[in-house]
């Protein structure tokens, strides 16, 4: 095997690595996360507790009305049962009663308005505790293929490491420490291929010899313009 194809192997081999490992740094972020879940469950403890102190304002408002219901059947009471009989009294005692109803439609009134409300509440908390019921299950179910996902990637890593080690043993250092430096400098790709007498590093062109010099692969090659090293299949 010619330096240059060793080289590319090791460049493919190394490529490979940073994109395992920038993908296991993506997932590892990801388990355990619950931001989503956390405000999910909070919004709904808002509409619960919403949800509780109007059904408070409802059973209030209830006591209310029926309250004055009691008040008047207890004058109306006084008013039939002939216990009052001076005119002017029974007048006024009429006028309460009328009062009093009064006050009963306005509470009445109250109380639907509170129970509508009631009603929106229960619905609210009915649609969050379905949602993060549902968001609960996803999010269980992602956190396992998370799991899995880490355990593949860090599967391959290890054996694109032996991998790497054993390339690195077949290759001298003076030819590593070149690969090494312009893959520094060239953000990863330390190695082009030559097809068709055009350098896929940099798209360049290049002269009949150094062509050459790259198709007998003994002495490493590079590119008269990007500075790669050369690699022909
Ligand atoms: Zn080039």
Redesign the pocket.
């Known amino acids: 095997m010619s330096k240059a194809k060793q080289l590319y192997e090791l460049q493919e081999t190394d490529l490979d690595i940073a994109h395992k490992a920038e993908t296991l740094a993506h997932v590892k972020e990801q388990i355990g996360k619950d931001d989503e879940l956390v405000s999910a469950r909070a919004a709904l403890d808002t509409a619960h507790k919403h949800l509780l102190d109007l059904e408070h304002q409802q059973r209030t408002a209830e006591w209310g009305v029926n309250e004055l219901a009691t008040k008047i059947t207890t004058e109306e009471k006084k008013l039939y049962e002939g216990s009052v009989k001076n005119p002017r009294e029974l007048m006024s005692l009429q006028q309460e009663i009328d009062l009093i109803k009064g006050q009963r439609g306005e509470r009445e009134e109250q109380l639907l308005t509170v129970m509508m409300e009631v009603d929106a509440a229960q619905r609210d908390v009915t649609l969050k505790r379905d949602g993060l019921a549902v968001m609960e299950k996803e999010w269980a179910k992602n956190q396992k293929r998370l799991s899995r996902e880490q355990t593949e990637l860090e599967a391959d890593l290890a054996t694109l490491a032996q991998r790497r080690d054993l390339l690195l043993k077949q290759i001298d250092s003076a030819s590593i420490n070149i690969y090494e430096e312009l893959r520094r400098v060239k953000q990863g790709l330390a190695v ?1 291929k030559l097809v068709q007498g055009r ?1 896929q ?2 798209r ?1 062109s290049l002269p009949v010899s150094a062509q050459q010099k790259a198709r007998m692969g003994q002495k490493l090659a590079t ?1 008269s ?4 090293i050369l690699y022909m299949d």
């Open positions: 082009a350098c590093g940099c360049i590119c313009n990007c500075g790669r």
